[in-house]
């Protein structure tokens, strides 16, 4: 019995370092791109703008926005720029499809 109680007791502290180091692992901020927020902006705005690059739902993208840049609420000013989870590879594809 105390070797199952080891084992689980061992299994459980693994699992428990292992989420330490996953959520410590921060983003690569320069893999994705910046932009700088225009007058009335708003995240909810950029998370549909750039969704087919994103592939996040509305409240994910806002999630890791908020997290990435450490915003303390939503509420985001015109001028500031804020790093969202569009990877720079492909924004450069989206906009070479536009142009």
């Given at each position: 019995?105390?070797?199952?109680?080891?084992?689980?007791?061992?299994?459980?502290?693994?699992?428990?370092?292992?989420?330490?180091?996953?959520?410590?692992?921060?983003?690569?901020?320069?893999?994705?791109?910046?932009?700088?927020?225009?007058?009335?902006?708003?995240?909810?705005?950029?998370?549909?703008?750039?969704?087919?690059?994103?592939?996040?739902?509305?409240?994910?993208?806002?999630?890791?926005?908020?997290?990435?840049?450490?915003?303390?609420?939503?509420?985001i000013?015109?001028?500031?720029?804020?790093?969202?989870?569009?990877?720079?590879?492909?924004?450069?594809?989206?906009?070479?499809?536009?142009?």
């Amino acid at each position: 019995m105390k070797l199952v109680h080891y084992l689980v007791f061992s299994c459980l502290s693994f699992l428990l370092l292992a989420g330490f180091v996953y959520a410590s692992d921060p983003v690569q901020k320069e893999k994705y791109v910046e932009i700088t927020v225009t007058p009335g902006d708003t995240l909810w705005e950029l998370a549909d703008k750039y969704r087919s690059s994103h592939h996040l739902s509305t409240n994910e993208f806002i999630d890791w926005v908020m997290d990435v840049n450490h915003l303390p609420n939503e509420k985001i000013v015109a001028g500031e720029k804020l790093v969202i989870p569009v990877l720079k590879s492909e924004a450069d594809d989206m906009f070479a499809v536009s142009k």
